[in-house]
């Protein structure tokens, strides 16, 4: 770039981004220099300033001494029940969603436009509608109160969403291919494995960091659906965040709220671009 | 019984009817085409012998099997696609062999027979790239090498060509016409392009509005075209069509009586027709010292030739002359044909009179 384009409406451009990035960062920088303060120096006040000394000791202390309700165990069983959650809730519904919209766009039978539809309206309703019902579907299956049963519903609900984001993808992409293959001899999952996944990495990708932030960060159903022993992280850091000691530890809350947040954080740092690119990628070049 | 027989095929979606009855017999190593403007339902009949979409009535057999309801991996045909239909994921060598691996064809094998197809078409050097990589005309080859890598009973063709640039068109065109004299395999290829039809085929379907109108030889179809229709559709410039009502001698058109030939005539007599259609090729005339007088309205040189313009008392009329033309846009000319060149049809019927 010349210096003459380094003119007045790039440095008011800059600036104003500048300005834009640093509102937006501000309660991030918050949280992590109160997470590493010490009490004292938070009830000195000043929000912004540095630590002092660098004490991990809230973090520790989030992960497995902080009380939630009577339980003092710290954010880590939840950290866990999360993990244990997310991964096959969001591999199975993927997986679903990623066969679904194969059959929706290629393989299109008497009423599939329906079927799709219906499902569609699954992406707009309120899931709260479906609290009660589910909660008995899940009694009477005997998997309410347990992760199993966590895993259903994010899985149930996760799958409208998925099926559209697959559904939409592979209309992109050519009939002929899909016939192409069936001429040289294969079958619906031959063509599936060999010929469509190879061209889904940017729908694959995105659909997995939307159904990972989607369950992670859940708090409804995670509160309604769950047991004493199969509460995820979300519901975890509210009752931390809710449970009153004689002081308000504001460093604890803010290592656990750092705590159940990395992950998400960790794959848009990570995949990010990816999500950016898939949700833009146009059909596939052939 | 040929190497493909098509009987009493029809196709209806909810109340339209797309193939009305097609009846084709392709003999072994033929190369049929499929032509006709665009909803004439050739490229259904074409998934319909691929076995991508099933006829609402009728049977299509292949060889002596009647494969009408067999999945297409069971029918042992190879198609080309339109967009060529390349795996973008695997390279040359892989979409080559693809076909072979899905039917179990061991490894030795494979590699054996995707560097004979790869000599076969000159591509030998891009059998490690992603189809992305390669142009126009390589997708194209790579498409036809795995077509070719099965050696199947017959090869399908749906417009080949219609992505290419015309420069690379009438090269590929060539191609396939030497690939086919080399491998024999019977063929259908269809098409919305005369000159393709004409320069490829054995034997040509002209298809309009779900039915065959005329399935016969280049020369036939060009020299005696069964109907209006296919008179116009094939040959470039189209044939002239003169309107024209019977005399007491035989046709006339604007007053003035049309050459005609002793069995022209007698097909005329035979008739009941009272309105006629006159064609006339535009090679089949000639500008001269007699004839219709007429006035030149424009000119279209080629290099090689000119398509003249030319207005008579029976209509304009379009003729093909060698080199350029001297004579000026307006000067007065006269136009000659002999009776032999002309084709006449029935004017409301459309079907070929003599």
Redesign the interface.
Known sequence: MSPRSLTWHRVILWTVLILFAIWFLTPLYVMIVTSLKDMDQIRGGSLLSLPTSLNFGSWNKAWDQACTGTDCGGLKPYFMNSVYMVVPAVAISTTIGCINGYVLSKWRFRGSEVMFAMLLFGVFMPMQVVLLPMSQVLGYFGIASSIVGLIVMHVLAGIPSTTLFFRNYYVGL?D??I?????????FW?ILW??VL??STPILVVTLIWQFTNIWNDFLYGVVFSGADSKPITVGLNNLANTTSSVKEYNVDMAAALIAALPTLFVYVVAGKYFVRGLTAGA??? | MGALTIANVRKTFGNVEILKGIDIDVQAGEFLILVGPSGCGKSTLLNMI???DAPSAGTISIGDRDVTWL???DRD???V?????????MNVAQNIA??LE??KVPKAKRDEAVQRVAKMLQIVPLLGRK??QLSGGQRQRVAMG?ALARDPKLFLFDEPLSNLDAKLRVEMRAEIKLLHQRTKTTTVYVTHDQVEAMTLGDRIAVMKEGLVLQFGTPEDIYARPATRFVAEFIGSPAMNMIPAVRSATGAAANGMDLPLTAAQRESLQKNSAGKLTYGLRPEAAQLSADGVPGTLRFTEPTGPETYATVETAVGLLTLRVPGYLSTKVGEAVHVKWSAEATHLFDGESDKRIG
């Open positions: 050519p002929e291919l016939k192409a293959a069936m001429l040289d001899g294969a079958g031959r060999r010929v190879p061209l596939v070049k052939g | 691929a076995g991508l999945p297409p991996k045909i190879a198609m696609f339109q967009s060529y239909a390349l795996y973008p994921n693809f076909g899905m039917r189809p992305g795995r």
